[in-house]
């Protein structure tokens, strides 16, 4: 039967026939979820009319919300000249050249090559081929382990997955074994109580240098992080993990991985989170904020250090996707980068927004079942505790759940749950009074949680 959707339907046909990521299959076929129909500036509407304020740039990817005319613009155009054509076979596109040019103008100077993907699950596929070749094309083929970090979040393939530290993960995914993992460094959750975050900052970073040693130098390729654990609870390393980190990638005969997808395009107040943090990377991951969210592409910038290599011998790179560098979502990208570089919206969120956010957020710092609020920039947790001097836990985990349901439901704002970390990254074109807006309801939800 050819059944139509409509306004009225829409959630039983979802639940009926839509597996959805990340998702108890079991629970959405008997609750369902929220279908959403229509979104502007930073607003998103549901079919049947309920509006809410996005508190997570839809999934880490609208920085500049949802009227963005000038990116609609330009995919629409792009669609009616060239909607489609691949970039295998030396084969090219425009607006494919044009972007990877913008990269190169906008990433540090060391970057003068981009390989596009269409996410950045696949991007970090491809920094595992790239490293792979890179090495034997020095003869080092052994040069294969990579080390990346427990509680880390790179993508769902099996090869980001097996990037990624998340053990509900692993548990569901025959990953590769030629990851290693090492410590977070979550202060709040892995420290020592009477541990400072310098300190812990310290030793955490350090553990890079065990591992390498236990696993052998001549074996390791690779370090792969976000600058700034997102997906993991908003996770801001203190300030002594990542000088400590980038002197071990220098000493060490290691290429360092970046992986900014989520840290990308000016979410933690500069372009990239490397600069925030004075990172220098080898390959850096990128994704979606990079088209607004409005189209998928992702990619991976690499530095002239491994580009040189790359570009030294002769013989095909045996890897590509149908759409690497499709040109439509170049378009979108190529838009998007135009906003960026045309506007002051990052250096204008990272002086006037970002510390507006971080200070309101601060308050709920009082709230009995707050912990910490941990945040840099346009991005921010509040981890809910049972216990402040103990940092105990809400014993039962769905607290956190129901926390969410009711900001969402009760209050109409939109933000994530991370085990017992409520997790925000607002879109960096919201004003003062809709931050405070968003505080005032996180407030009330916490109210409504205690
Ligand atoms: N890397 C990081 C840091 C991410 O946060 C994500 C997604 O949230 C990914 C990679 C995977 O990107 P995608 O979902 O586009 O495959």
């Known amino acids: 039967m050819n059944m139509q959707a409509t306004t009225d339907n829409l959630k039983a046909l979802d639940q009926a026939h839509h597996f959805h990521p990340f998702t108890d299959f079991h629970d959405y076929a008997e609750r369902g979820g929220r279908v959403f129909s229509r979104a502007e500036h930073i607003y998103i509407y549901t079919s049947d009319g309920h509006r809410m304020l996005d508190g997570m740039s839809g999934l880490w990817c609208c920085n500049l919300g949802y009227s963005q005319q000038g990116i609609v613009d330009a995919v629409t155009a792009q669609l009616q000249n060239l909607p489609y054509y691949n970039n295998f076979f030396q084969c090219s596109n425009q ?62 393939t ?16 025959n990953g590769l074994d030629y990851v290693h993992h090492i410590d977070q460094p979550h202060w709040f959750e892995v420290a020592g109580l009477d541990e400072t975050p310098d300190d812990f900052g310290r030793r955490v970073a350090r553990q890079l240098e065990e591992k390498i040693d236990e ?75 990079v088209t607004n969210g409005y189209q998928p592409l992702g990619g991976v910038m690499i530095s002239d250090k491994v580009a040189d290599v790359l570009l030294a011998s002769p013989g095909e790179f045996t890897h590509g996707l149908t759409y690497s560098g499709h040109p439509t979502a170049a378009a979108a990208g190529l838009a998007t980068l135009k906003v960026l570089r045309e506007t002051d919206i990052i250096s204008s969120a990272a002086a006037n927004l970002a510390p507006h956010l971080q200070s309101r957020l601060r308050e709920l710092e ?85």
């Not at 596929?125 to 052994?142: F, K, S």
């Not at 060490?252 to 990308?264: F, H, M, N, T």
């Not at 395009?265 to 850096?284: E, V």
């Open 215 to 289: 696993l052998g130098e001549a074996n390791v390729a690779a370090f792969i992080a976000e600058p700034v654990q997102g997906a993991g609870g908003v996770i801001i390393p203190p300030d002594t993990y990542w000088p400590e980190i980038q002197r071990i990638c220098d000493e060490r005969d290691i290429l360092l991985i970046a992986d900014e997808v989520i840290c990308g395009f000016g979410r933690t107040g500069s372009w990239f989170g490397s600069q925030t943090f004075g990172i220098r990377p080898d390959l850096m991951t990128f994704a979606k904020a």
């Open 95 to 156: 607006p494919a050249i044009e972007l990877a040019r913008a990269l190169v103008e906008v990433t540090e100077e060391r970057f003068n090559h981009v390989f596009f993907t269409n996410s950045g699950s696949e991007a970090n596929d491809t920094n595992l081929r790239l490293v792979n070749r890179y090495y034997q094309l020095q003869g080092r083929p052994e040069k294969k382990l990579i080390i990346s970090r427990n509680n880390a979040y790179h993508g769902s």
């Open 158 to 173: 099996i090869a980001a997955a097996s990037l990624g530290g998340m053990k509900g993960m692993h548990e569901q995914t």
């Open 366 to 450: 009082d709230h009995p079942i707050v912990g910490q609020v941990r945040g840099r920039g346009m991005f921010a947790a509040v981890e809910l505790v049972r216990d402040k001097s103990s940092r105990e836990r809400l014993a039962d985990k769905s607290a956190a759940a129901v926390f969410c349901r009711n900001t969402a439901n009760e209050l109409g704002l939109m933000v994530r749950q991370t085990g017992d970390a409520m997790i925000m990254a607002p879109p960096l074109v919201s004003s003062v009074a809709e931050l405070d807006d968003l505080v005032e309801m996180l407030h009330k939800a916490l109210d409504l949680t205690a």
